[in-house]
């Protein structure tokens, strides 16, 4: 019986098995997830302390800096960034800290892990984990999203691994070997056709190709590096 959290999953997985081009089912998630975050962090939510006093400390990454300068709500980013400069200048002065590991050592700290915090990542990465969770958990119990998951086109390398990784970790050892064979088997036959297509894309502009057909090469390289890097929307 489907839950309230299985159904995105099963939405994306059916999307993907619907029409390959989409590929992989939790990219699709990821740029869910990233825009629901966006729509909430931009409306009400803003004003809400216990999100605000997160988004004072954590900040955004420059990425989600420029979607939600895209959004055209640049009061509600002007709120918020407001708040967040009073934080950081407090991250700016000196501490007891600086007394036992000399002068500027605490702002330095300060500054390093604002460097590498952003609280929309933050919120993505936590839903996103669970939702591959969602995705394990339903290969072992549910025999019908089994048959979805055979049917995928591909996985993206860093959510291939993710995959592998909890499922290792979390599955019963002989449907983790069944799992490991499917999921490995999706991912090679997708990686040898898509290195075909690059291979193709290379030669034709040898003098020697320029009169054979592309075939599917024309946008191997995006493909190749939505492969290897996840696709969130920034290749074009």
């Not at 400069?85 to 407090?90: E, T």
């Not at 000196?94 to 933050?122: F, H, N, R, W």
């Not at 072992?140 to 860093?158: G, H, I, M, N, S």
Request: proline content about 3%.
């Amino acid at each position: 019986m489907e839950q309230i959290y299985t159904i995105p999953v099963n939405e994306a997985f059916d999307g993907s098995r619907s029409d390959p081009a989409l590929g992989c089912p939790f990219c699709a998630l990821f740029r869910k997830l990233e825009e629901d975050e966006l729509d909430i962090i931009l409306g009400a939510s803003m004003m809400e302390p216990d999100i605000r006093i997160k988004t004072n400390e954590m900040g955004f990454c420059l990425t989600h800096y420029r979607k939600m300068l895209g959004r055209k709500r640049r009061l509600g980013m002007g709120l918020m960034l407001e708040s967040h400069l009073d934080a950081v200048k407090k991250k700016l002065s000196p501490t007891a800290k600086d007394l036992v590991l000399g002068v500027g050592q605490s702002e330095i700290d300060a500054l390093s892990a604002l460097e590498k915090s952003c609280y929309v990542c933050s919120r993505i990465d936590k839903n996103l984990a669970a939702m591959i969770a969602t995705a394990v958990y339903l290969f072992e119990t549910d025999l019908d999203f089994r048959e979805k998951f055979k049917a995928q086109p591909f996985f993206c390398l860093p959510h291939y691994r993710a995959m592998a990784d909890y499922g290792k970790r979390k599955m019963n050892k002989k449907i983790f070997r069944e799992f490991y064979a499917v999921a490995s088997g999706i991912e090679n036959e997708y990686l040898k056709t898509l290195s075909g297509d690059v291979s193709w894309f290379c030669k034709k502009f040898d003098y020697q190709f320029e009169a054979e057909p592309w075939y599917n090469s024309k946008d191997s390289v995006e493909r190749a590096i939505r492969f290897l890097s996840g696709d969130t929307g920034e290749i074009n």
